[in-house]
């Protein structure tokens, strides 16, 4: 099992950029598959990036070419750096690990607005 806490939301101004962090505990990070799901109120929650643990990433159409994902493993932590947010990035973003079973954290709200 692991568990996963995010950090790295805010309020930033569309063009603006976010790096969000989560971080691993409980279990050996290196044989996850990483990801980052968003849900906007209302809505339900979607890919917005994966990384699996050979390194394979994999992004939603809406990110590609705007936001990164990447892990470092010695740090138990994976990464999305965001750049030239839009409102419609507005969102809480969750960090999921998945080998069998998904794990969740409990969010980073992120938005973005003038």
């Known amino acids: 099992q692991v568990q996963l806490v995010e950090s790295g939301g805010g309020l930033v101004q569309p063009g603006g950029s976010l790096r969000l962090s989560c971080v691993a505990s409980?279990?050996?990070?290196?044989?996850?598959?990483m990801g980052w799901y968003r849900q906007a109120p209302g809505q339900q929650r979607e890919l917005v990036a994966r990384?699996?643990?050979?390194?394979?990433?994999v992004y939603a159409d809406s990110v590609r070419g705007r936001f990164t994902i990447s892990r470092e493993n010695a740090k138990n932590t994976v990464y999305l750096q965001m750049r030239s947010l839009k409102p419609e990035d507005t969102a809480v973003y969750y960090c999921?690990?998945?080998?069998?079973?998904?794990?969740w954290g409990q969010g980073t709200q992120v938005t973005v607005s003038s």
């Open positions: 999921n690990a998945e080998r069998g079973s998904q794990y």
């Open positions: 990384i699996s643990e050979e390194g394979i990433t």
């Open positions: 409980g279990s050996i990070f290196s044989i996850y598959r």
